[in-house]
Nanobody, 125 residues
């Protein structure tokens, strides 16, 4: 196992959760890391991606912009996805994935990525 995702759970609409993606080999700065989610019957969606290429950048899906925040904790080798103002539409299994750090988020290949196990997020109405 190279990535370990955790932090999912059941929360009410408007609540918050923080997901963790721990990098078990090497350092969190060795990778461009993204979070994806997949709800039953829906396509997988990229939620957010963070890269250190160039000056570094983070992108977010329009559906979560302003509510979700990605951050790196280098001391803990962990990427966090802070989720606030959660909605029932956020209910899904959330996955983190990594590619080598020289890949920008725009070039993030899901086929080449290393994936962690998912963590379930359920938002009740």
């Amino acid at each position: 196992v190279q990535l370990q995702a955790s932090g999912g759970g059941l929360v009410q609409t408007g609540g918050s959760l923080r997901l963790s993606c721990e990098v078990l080999k090497f350092n969190v700065d060795d990778y461009t890391i993204a979070w994806f989610r997949q709800a039953p019957g829906k396509k997988r969606e990229r939620v957010s991606c963070d890269t250190l290429v160039g000056d570094g950048s983070t992108d977010y899906a329009d559906s979560v912009k302003g509510r979700f925040t990605l951050s790196r904790d280098r001391a803990k080798h962990t990427m966090y996805l802070q989720m606030t103002r959660l909605k029932p539409d956020d209910t899904a299994i959330y996955y983190c994935a990594e590619v080598p750090r020289y890949y920008h988020c725009s070039g993030f290949s899901t086929d080449r990525a290393t994936w962690g196990r998912g963590t379930q997020v359920t938002v009740s109405s």
